[in-house]
Protein backbone atom coordinates (compact mmCIF):
# COMPACT_ATOMS: atom_id res chain seq x y z
CA UNK A 1 0.00 0.00 0.00
CA UNK A 2 1.56 3.08 -0.94
CA UNK A 3 -0.38 6.42 0.54
CA UNK A 4 0.14 10.42 0.05
CA UNK A 5 -1.58 12.69 2.86
CA UNK A 6 -1.49 15.61 0.24
CA UNK A 7 -2.33 14.63 -3.24
CA UNK A 8 -2.10 17.38 -5.86
CA UNK A 9 -4.96 15.49 -8.62
CA UNK A 10 -8.92 16.40 -7.69
CA UNK A 11 -11.76 14.93 -8.37
CA UNK A 12 -15.24 15.44 -8.59
CA UNK A 13 -18.73 14.80 -7.34
CA UNK A 14 -21.48 15.02 -9.51
CA UNK A 15 -25.20 13.91 -9.06
CA UNK A 16 -27.00 12.44 -12.01
CA UNK A 17 -30.02 13.57 -13.65
CA UNK A 18 -32.01 11.04 -11.22
CA UNK A 19 -30.50 11.53 -8.06
CA UNK A 20 -30.52 15.29 -8.93
CA UNK A 21 -34.17 14.60 -7.16
CA UNK A 22 -33.80 11.42 -5.32
CA UNK A 23 -31.61 11.27 -2.40
CA UNK A 24 -31.61 7.60 -3.03
CA UNK A 25 -29.47 7.79 -6.00
CA UNK A 26 -25.58 7.61 -5.03
CA UNK A 27 -23.79 10.54 -7.02
CA UNK A 28 -20.74 9.85 -9.37
CA UNK A 29 -17.64 10.11 -7.09
CA UNK A 30 -14.24 10.33 -9.23
CA UNK A 31 -11.36 10.91 -6.96
CA UNK A 32 -9.21 10.98 -10.03
CA UNK A 33 -6.27 9.80 -8.64
CA UNK A 34 -2.62 10.31 -9.94
CA UNK A 35 -4.10 13.08 -12.73
CA UNK A 36 -1.11 15.14 -11.67
CA UNK A 37 2.26 14.21 -12.37
CA UNK A 38 3.45 15.67 -9.05
CA UNK A 39 1.45 13.06 -7.20
CA UNK A 40 3.89 10.34 -9.13
CA UNK A 41 6.96 12.28 -7.92
CA UNK A 42 6.14 11.87 -4.54
CA UNK A 43 5.16 8.46 -4.99
CA UNK A 44 8.11 7.54 -6.90
CA UNK A 45 10.57 9.50 -4.09
CA UNK A 46 8.74 7.74 -1.32
CA UNK A 47 8.79 4.28 -2.43
CA UNK A 48 12.86 4.71 -2.97
CA UNK A 49 13.19 5.63 0.48
CA UNK A 50 11.00 3.46 2.25
CA UNK A 51 12.94 0.53 0.29
CA UNK A 52 16.35 2.16 1.21
CA UNK A 53 15.07 2.08 4.57
CA UNK A 54 14.20 -1.62 4.65
CA UNK A 55 17.52 -2.67 2.81
CA UNK A 56 19.19 -0.95 5.65
CA UNK A 57 17.25 -2.63 8.32
CA UNK A 58 17.38 -5.70 6.73
CA UNK A 59 21.50 -5.55 6.61
CA UNK A 60 21.35 -4.59 10.15
CA UNK A 61 19.43 -7.60 10.76
CA UNK A 62 16.24 -7.38 11.11
CA UNK A 63 13.57 -9.68 9.12
CA UNK A 64 12.72 -6.93 6.04
CA UNK A 65 10.38 -8.60 3.38
CA UNK A 66 8.96 -6.59 0.59
CA UNK A 67 5.01 -7.69 0.41
CA UNK A 68 4.85 -6.61 -3.31
CA UNK A 69 8.41 -6.40 -4.32
CA UNK A 70 9.64 -4.35 -7.24
CA UNK A 71 12.11 -5.51 -9.57
CA UNK A 72 13.87 -2.15 -11.47
CA UNK A 73 13.12 1.35 -9.83
CA UNK A 74 12.24 2.85 -12.92
CA UNK A 75 10.09 6.11 -13.76
CA UNK A 76 7.96 3.62 -15.28
CA UNK A 77 8.05 0.39 -13.11
CA UNK A 78 7.24 2.35 -10.16
CA UNK A 79 4.76 4.34 -11.92
CA UNK A 80 2.83 0.98 -12.74
CA UNK A 81 3.14 0.07 -9.01
CA UNK A 82 1.42 3.24 -8.04
CA UNK A 83 -1.22 2.62 -10.46
CA UNK A 84 -1.57 -0.86 -9.16
CA UNK A 85 -0.67 -0.11 -5.12
CA UNK A 86 -1.35 3.30 -4.58
CA UNK A 87 -4.12 4.85 -3.22
CA UNK A 88 -5.50 7.80 -0.28
CA UNK A 89 -5.01 7.21 3.44
CA UNK A 90 -7.04 10.32 3.72
CA UNK A 91 -11.53 11.47 4.14
CA UNK A 92 -12.73 12.98 1.07
CA UNK A 93 -12.81 16.36 2.04
CA UNK A 94 -13.50 20.15 -0.19
CA UNK A 95 -16.59 18.86 -2.13
CA UNK A 96 -18.04 22.41 -1.21
CA UNK A 97 -15.26 24.54 -0.48
CA UNK A 98 -15.31 27.77 1.18
CA UNK A 99 -14.54 30.39 -1.29
CA UNK A 100 -16.54 33.44 -3.10
CA UNK A 101 -18.69 31.94 -5.58
CA UNK A 102 -16.83 33.19 -8.52
CA UNK A 103 -13.72 31.41 -7.45
CA UNK A 104 -16.04 28.13 -7.45
CA UNK A 105 -16.85 27.86 -3.81
CA UNK A 106 -20.00 26.63 -2.12
CA UNK A 107 -20.10 28.09 1.08
CA UNK A 108 -19.58 31.75 2.41
CA UNK A 109 -17.05 32.29 5.57
CA UNK A 110 -20.18 31.83 8.18
CA UNK A 111 -20.65 28.24 6.13
CA UNK A 112 -23.85 29.72 4.20
CA UNK A 113 -24.25 28.34 0.69
CA UNK A 114 -24.67 30.17 -1.57
CA UNK A 115 -27.26 31.82 -3.42
CA UNK A 116 -29.98 29.38 -0.51
CA UNK A 117 -31.06 31.14 2.21
CA UNK A 118 -31.17 29.39 5.48
CA UNK A 119 -28.96 26.39 4.52
CA UNK A 120 -24.85 26.31 5.91
CA UNK A 121 -22.73 22.95 5.51
CA UNK A 122 -20.69 22.17 8.55
CA UNK A 123 -18.56 19.59 7.62
CA UNK A 124 -15.11 18.75 6.17
CA UNK A 125 -16.66 19.21 2.69
CA UNK A 126 -15.94 23.08 2.84
CA UNK A 127 -11.79 23.03 3.85
CA UNK A 128 -10.68 24.68 0.95
CA UNK A 129 -8.07 22.08 0.16
CA UNK A 130 -6.23 18.70 1.85
CA UNK A 131 -5.22 18.71 5.52
CA UNK A 132 -1.91 16.58 6.58
CA UNK A 133 -3.30 15.34 9.16
CA UNK A 134 -6.47 13.33 10.14
CA UNK A 135 -9.37 16.10 10.19
CA UNK A 136 -11.68 15.12 13.17
CA UNK A 137 -10.54 17.85 15.28
CA UNK A 138 -11.00 20.60 12.21
CA UNK A 139 -14.16 19.53 11.62
CA UNK A 140 -15.35 19.46 15.95
CA UNK A 141 -14.20 23.10 15.49
CA UNK A 142 -15.99 24.15 11.97
CA UNK A 143 -19.38 22.40 13.79
CA UNK A 144 -18.43 24.48 16.87
CA UNK A 145 -17.81 27.72 14.69
CA UNK A 146 -21.26 27.01 13.09
CA UNK A 147 -23.10 26.75 15.96
CA UNK A 148 -21.57 30.15 16.82
CA UNK A 149 -23.01 31.83 13.60
CA UNK A 150 -26.58 30.29 14.25
CA UNK A 151 -26.40 31.77 17.54
CA UNK A 152 -24.94 34.89 16.74
CA UNK A 153 -27.81 35.11 13.66
CA UNK A 154 -30.37 34.40 16.15
CA UNK A 155 -29.37 36.99 18.54
CA UNK A 156 -28.54 34.18 21.25
CA UNK A 157 -26.30 34.42 24.08
CA UNK A 158 -25.39 31.25 26.24
CA UNK A 159 -24.10 31.52 29.84
CA UNK A 160 -23.96 28.53 31.90
CA UNK A 161 -25.53 26.36 29.33
CA UNK A 162 -29.23 28.80 28.82
CA UNK A 163 -29.98 31.14 26.47
CA UNK A 164 -30.70 34.94 27.55
Given at each position: M????????????????????????????????????????????GI????????????????V????P???????????Y???????????????????????????????????????????????????????A???????R???????????????????
Amino acid sequence: MVQSCCPKSVGTVRLTRAGANDVKVDPIVDPNYFAEEEDFDIYRRGIVFARQIGMQMSRNGYPVEEIFPIEQETKEVLDEYVREHGLSGQHLLSSCRMKPLDEGGVVDQELKVHGIEGLRIADGSILPGMVASRPQATIAMIGERCADFIREGWKLDVVAGKAN
